[in-house]
T-cell receptor
Framework: DAGVIQSPRHEVTEMGQEVTLRCKPI?????LFWYRQTMMRGLELLIY????????DSGMPEDRFSAKMPNASFSTLKIQPSEPRDSAVYFC??????????????FGPGTRLTVL | KQEVTQIPAALSVPEGENLVLNCSFT??????LQWFRQDPGKGLTSLLL?????REQTSGRLNASLDKSSGRSTLYIAASQPGDSATYLC?????????????FGKGTLLTVNP
């Protein structure tokens, strides 16, 4: 398997523009996670899907952020409108089952977002 | 709220040295603890996962220990190599129903000098 695939790898945009990040999880994995990593706050969970259903979106910072998972092999994270403070590395991860108590999460390479 | 702390934030050692990375957590009611490695510009790779019932886990030159009662874990790297240079993060899942949610430390940046 190719692992978790994310695109684009780098995104530079101007404040106010819409940004869409994409993720293809590992085939057969039931859980998908979106994380954001910054120097100040480290890694933070934004949203968690299980079987394509959003289970926990409490980490989504504002209404400007939205995420979808229309099928088991694709998810998007959208920011509209983007702001400079959204600049970070965004990771997608997937795991085989439901519980982190037993399942390792497999991370994609991340998308480095810069909002000017 | 679970908090995870990693000390030191950065560590530089000469090749061949044995070293220990530290991780502490505030809520001892954990299911497990994971150690990850992150290379520059890349995602995280899971190194070791220790279940709460275990005291240590080994993989090659890596050995991770867990002391739940004291809220501590260590990652021991034997005979370090330049290829071990990376950021190492530890993470624990929340207790209860939201155990899918991992709380990460901010990591230790390890540099192994040839």
């Amino acid at each position: 398997d190719a692992g978790v695939i994310q695109s684009p790898r780098h995104e530079v945009t101007e404040m106010g523009q819409e940004v869409t990040l994409r993720c293809k999880p590992i085939s057969g994995h039931n859980s998908l996670f979106w994380y954001r990593q910054t120097m100040m706050r480290g890694l933070e969970l934004l949203i968690y899907f299980n079987n394509n259903v959003p289970i926990d979106d409490s980490g989504m910072p504002e209404d400007r952020f939205s995420a979808k998972m229309p099928n088991a092999s694709f998810s998007t994270l959208k920011i509209q409108p983007s702001e400079p403070r959204d600049s970070a590395v965004y990771f997608c991860a997937s795991s085989p089952g439901l519980a982190a108590s037993t399942d390792t999460q497999y991370f994609g390479p991340g998308t480095r977002l810069t909002v000017l | 709220k679970q908090e995870v702390t990693q000390i030191p934030a950065a560590l530089s050692v000469p090749e061949g040295e044995n070293l220990v990375l530290n991780c502490s957590f505030t809520d001892s009611a954990i299911y497990n603890l994971q150690w990850f490695r992150q290379d520059p510009g890349k995602g995280l790779t899971s190194l070791l996962l220790i279940q709460s019932s275990q005291r240590e886990q080994t993989s090659g030159r890596l050995n991770a220990s867990l002391d739940k009662s004291s809220g501590r874990s260590t990652l021991y790297i034997a005979a370090s190599q330049p290829g071990d240079s990376a950021t190492y993060l530890c993470a624990v899942p929340n207790s209860g129903g939201s155990n899918y949610k991992l709380t990460f430390g901010k990591g230790t940046l390890l540099t192994v000098n040839p």
